[in-house]
């Protein structure tokens, strides 16, 4: 049972700006831990999609970006495509009684 | 090129067990921490244990707490292959498994996760 809260689904036309964001507690995002997040094409393996909270690996676009603040964190796409349709989740780690590296809820972008 | 290849998945009865293992190429596996993630069927996905890297013989690995006493994670740097030992198997442990690379050059908690399998389906049922 996740403790990092995403919407279940986002949506939006081309072209037009999405935010996914991903909420916590003071165990976790709010304990400074770093926020990654991965994307998931349906029928796919997930894909590492900003690490560190706002860094992108080589090769993602920089229509991606995240950032973090306080207990939350956000993931930005701007200039949707329809190849953004996909789950996208977050993933941190938490220091409560069960201290472990967790994934958020999950949500899925649709492109209208 | 980097490449993760589990395999060992099978479908197993209640109470069972089952050995997965991810062969890894392409990349110096020794000091590279690992992990198991799993994906149940149109669900989420759920960390399941993390081994860090080094050159042995122990290894710290942490587990989360639905697998905590059944599962056992390993490595063999040797043959730079990542091991899931899973043991008191339930229907609930049916998903697919992925090997990860653990990915992060400062404190362990702030790892992602940069490379993937294509993932071992394991199915517990009678």
């Known amino acids: 049972q996740s403790v990092l809260t995403q919407p279940p689904s986002v949506s939006g036309a081309p072209g037009q700006r999405v935010t996914i964001s991903c909420t916590g507690s003071?165990?976790?995002?709010?304990?400074?831990?770093?926020v990654h997040w991965y994307q998931q094409v349906p029928g796919t393996v997930p894909k590492l999609l900003i690490y560190g909270n706002d860094n992108r690996p080589s090769g993602v676009p920089d229509r991606f970006s995240g950032s973090k603040s306080g207990t939350s964190a956000s993931l930005a796409i701007t200039g949707l495509q329809a190849e953004d349709e996909a789950d996208y989740y977050c993933q941190s780690y938490d220091s409560s009684l069960s201290s472990f590296h967790i994934f958020g809820t999950g949500t899925m972008v649709t492109v209208l | 090129e980097v490449h993760l290849l589990e395999s060992g998945g099978n479908l197993v009865q209640p109470g069972g067990s089952l050995r997965l293992s991810c062969a890894a190429s392409g990349f110096s596996f020794t000091n590279i921490a690992m992990a198991w993630v799993r994906q149940a069927p149109s669900q989420g996905l759920e960390l399941v244990s993390v081994i860090h890297g080094g050159r042995g013989p122990s290894f710290y690995a942490e587990y989360a707490d639905f697998v905590k006493g059944r599962f056992t994670i390993s490595r063999d740097n040797s043959k730079d292959t990542l091991y899931l030992q899973m043991n008191s198997l339930s229907a609930e442990d049916t998903a697919m498994y992925y090997c990860?690379?653990?990915?992060?050059?400062?404190?362990?908690?702030?790892?992602?996760?940069?490379?993937w399998g294509r993932g071992t389906l394991v199915t517990v049922a009678s």
């Open positions: 990860a690379r653990g990915r992060g050059s400062g404190r362990y908690q702030d790892w992602s996760f940069d490379l």
């Open positions: 003071s165990s976790n995002i709010g304990a400074g831990y770093d």
